[in-house]
């Protein structure tokens, strides 16, 4: 695959192939070598442009998904740690934290007794909730 047009290819994600032909998506384009060394197919950047492949092959119905993939980051779902046909893993994590600023406006105070002390004001962050989530599935 060579690329001609302004977005990145990436293989199963914007662009992908299966016996039948290569698919596009997201602004991917190039020339793509199907079946024999000679013959050579543009694609056109579109939303989801599939492109027949040499000597007249149909073009394919639906775009090509990786069996096996790894290590892909997805805003909202977390991080794809393996997929495959036996299963697939991924991580994802939610946290809060907080500001706790309890500075007084004096260092020390009297008790009930007439003692002084000192106060032990808190300025710091706190990790109020923390939570790492592990999604998949086994066959």
């Not at 190039?30 to 197919?41: D, K």
């Amino acid at each position: 695959m060579k690329e001609a047009g302004p977005a990145a290819c990436l293989l199963g994600k914007t662009w992908g192939y299966d016996d039948k032909g290569v698919w596009v998506a997201d602004g991917c384009s190039g020339e793509f070598q199907l079946g024999q060394p000679s013959t050579l197919a543009a694609a056109a950047p579109t939303a989801q442009t599939p492109v027949a492949a040499a000597a007249g092959q149909p073009a394919p119905l639906k775009p090509y998904v990786p069996v096996e993939t790894w290590g892909e980051f997805d805003p909202g779902k977390g991080f794809l740690v393996g997929r495959s046909s036996a299963g697939e893993l991924g991580i994802s994590g939610y946290a809060l934290a907080r500001y706790v600023n309890q500075m007084p406006g004096e260092s020390t105070f009297t008790d009930h007794l007439g003692n002084t002390r000192s106060v032990d004001g808190r300025n710091d962050i706190w990790p109020h909730r923390v939570m790492i989530f592990l999604k998949g599935w086994l066959s």
